[in-house]
């Protein structure tokens, strides 16, 4: 009876501990931003301070917002290797898994015509269904199509007709997606010259690469890293567009949002 009163609990025992680590699993993301929110000497908080040989993507993460949106990396030259530069007759795409936090990483393609989904006019695009880490609803004017946060795709859906997918999508500010103030660089300045230039021709294709930048544990994007180069060489670029939107200050930990003051 002994035995069998010991059996019965270790059982409860096990079953807690099950129940307990599972629902630490569906929770991590909060657990971990509660202890990065402990201050700024927490070891998570520092990651990036523990390695001698910072990569590229940290010092992207580090730099600073001074007003101008968009910049140019390399002098704006794109830094693919041979190998990645194989212009075959096909075009692709390849997208990253999810990180352990569920947030998109590098997505790579080689783009072409063939790629390039129906015009709008013939086939309306499908709503944006995706809720992207850190994504919240907040209007940023009175206007009902004014908001801070949009689903920003990484391999914009002109380039190959590619909607809801979750491993493709970010949260991104207005300002980063598609900037509509006079003058202003944006994720769409450099996605419609690109466009442009598939349009030109089936022989053209370019090799494409978008990279969100984030820092640490953060859910939201400090900015999107681009790089483009052509079968003909003849357009390139190199930048890095900050996920900014001016007027707002921005929690990149949760993607919570209010007004500067």
Known sequence: MKNYKRGRFARRILLVLIVLIGIAYLNRVTILQKIVSIGAQSQVVNLEKQSSTPTQT?????????????????????????????????????????????????????????????????KAR???TIKTPGYHAIKTGTNNTDWLYNRSHLIG?????????GRNLITGTRQLNADSRVNAKSMVTYETEVADYLHQ???????????????????????????????????????????????????????KAKRSE
């Open 201 to 255: 021709s089936t022989d053209h294709y370019v090799r494409y690469q978008v990279t969100p930048v984030y820092k640490n544990v953060e859910l939201v994007p400090r900015g999107v890293h681009m790089m483009a180069q052509s079968n003909d060489g003849t357009l390139k670029f190199n930048i890095y567009v900050f996920n900014v939107q001016d007027g707002w200050q921005i929690n990149y930990l949760n993607g």
């Open 58 to 122: 940290d010092e992207l993460a580090s730099l600073n917002y001074s007003g101008q949106t968009v910049v140019e990396i390399n002098n704006n030259q794109p830094i693919f290797n041979k190998k990645e530069l194989q212009f075959q007759q096909d075009g692709w795409q390849k997208l990253s898994s999810l990180d352990w936090l569920g947030r998109p990483q590098v997505a790579n393609a080689l783009l072409n015509q063939k790629l390039m989904p129906p015009s709008q006019k013939y």
């Open 126 to 128: 499908e709503r944006l």
């Open 157 to 165: 859906y002109q380039f190959t007709g590619l909607n809801n997918e």
